[in-house]
């Protein structure tokens, strides 16, 4: 069957229920707006599995996402959304292109946590926006931009606590979010270490996509370890 959505790290195909699509995680992996591509064996699956966990867990916590059930290995069905053009970035710890951007050192912790949105468009590689450009570009209004932010520290503070007790540190992370039918905006697309900073709260490892970006080498061995500890405190 032919996708109806092909993106870097997933595929999105129809099903007989007009309101749910399947999502297939793939083992493709990018980064820097796909300059640097690798095929891991098992990504898909790993990445399946912890945005499952994280999403019923987020669920459980009152934050309403796309996630429709489990479906196998690499597939979850998931609720129609449209997807909201503004990528919503939360920052807790410097990294990234934070550092790059103004200077500060990675690892250098905030007071409060710093949230960005960028315009979700591969072929300008994501740039940096704020909510006036959002308004203006027609992507959201400012009632929703203001909406997100406040939904997106909300996903913090839950993701920050869940992952202190697996003894991991979120460092920043990116998520996205999309309008259901009834016009309700909720969580979309995954929550992963694609998408994650998790650095091990003790020793500092990385155990993310920086693995993959910094050539650090036992990628897969990473989130394997970040499903592992997840299972264990769910
Ligand atoms: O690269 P940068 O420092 O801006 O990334 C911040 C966070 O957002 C990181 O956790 C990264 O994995 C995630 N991110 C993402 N997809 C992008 C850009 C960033 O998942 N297109």
Redesign the pocket.
């Known amino acids: 069957m032919e996708p109806l959505y092909e993106g870097k790290a997933k595929r999105l195909y129809k099903t007989d229920d007009a309101e749910v699509l399947r999502m297939e995680y793939k083992d493709e992996a990018t980064a820097f707006n796909a300059e640097k591509k690798a095929v891991f064996e098992s990504k898909g699956k790993l990445n399946k599995a912890i945005t499952l966990l994280l999403y019923k867990m987020l669920e459980d916590k009152g934050v309403k996402t796309h996630l429709h059930a489990d479906l196998d290995e690499v597939n979850l069905l998931v609720k129609k959304v449209e997807i909201l053009l503004v ?1 919503v ?1 939360v ?1 807790n710890v410097a ?4 550092s790059k951007r103004v200077g500060v050192a990675e690892g250098t912790p905030f007071k409060t946590p710093i949230v960005e949105f ?1 315009y979700k468009s591969d072929e300008l590689g ?1 740039p940096l926006i704020n909510d006036d450009y959002a308004r203006e570009m027609g992507l959201a209004t400012e009632a929703e931009c203001a909406l997100l932010k406040k939904q997106a520290l909300v996903v913090n503070e839950v993701l920050i606590d869940f992952f202190q007790k697996c003894g991991l540190r979120l ?4 998520i996205e979010f999309g309008r259901l039918s009834s016009g309700e905006i909720v969580l979309a697309d995954e929550v992963s270490p ?4 998790l650095w091990d709260a003790e020793t500092g490892k990385k155990l ?2 920086d693995r993959f970006r910094q050539d650090l080498g036992d990628v897969m061995e990473g989130y394997q370890e970040v499903l592992r500890r997840i299972e264990e405190v769910k």
């Not at 694609?194 to 900073?197: G, Q, S």
């Open positions: 990528e970035i920052r990294a990234g292109s934070f960028s994501d460092i920043d992370f990116k694609d998408t994650c900073r993310d996509k």
